[in-house]
Nanobody
Framework: VQLQASGGGLVQAGGSLRVSCAASGRTFSSYVMGWFRQAPGKEQEFVAHIIWSTGSTYYADSVKGRFIISRDKDKNTVYLQMNSLKPEDTARYYC????????????WGQGTQVTVSS
């Protein structure tokens, strides 16, 4: 599985940004696709996930109501739309994949940097 994240950048607080994760190497019908983030000096944090087959989503409390995860089956791409961004959202954002029923994410992308200025 190859996961290629893109779309990060610098944005002002209150702004929006969408990051993408292009997935390849297999069919993802039995997979969960997730977004994680890690800020310097902090532990990795779960952000959101989407079940590829059903589109069902789940969010961390810290982003609920501000971020939206979605997927485009035709493009094999997962998106994370980030709205009302805060400086504390600054981190490197990683996409990851795991099989349904497996707890750990086994496949990871290289990440894309999101910086929110105050």
């Amino acid at each position: 599985v190859q996961l290629q994240a893109s779309g990060g950048g610098l944005v002002q607080a209150g702004g929006s940004l969408r990051v993408s994760c292009a997935a390849s190497g297999r069919t993802f019908s039995s997979y969960v696709m997730g977004w994680f983030r890690q800020a310097p000096g902090k532990e990795q944090e779960f952000v959101a996930h989407i079940i590829w087959s059903t589109g069902s989503t789940y969010y961390a409390d810290s982003v609920k109501g501000r971020f939206i995860i979605s997927r485009d089956k035709d493009k094999n791409t997962v998106y994370l739309q980030m709205n009302s961004l805060k400086p504390e959202d600054t981190a490197r954002y990683y996409c990851a994949a795991r099989r349904i029923g497996v707890l750990e994410y086994g496949d990871w992308g290289q990440g894309t940097q999101v910086t929110v200025s105050s």
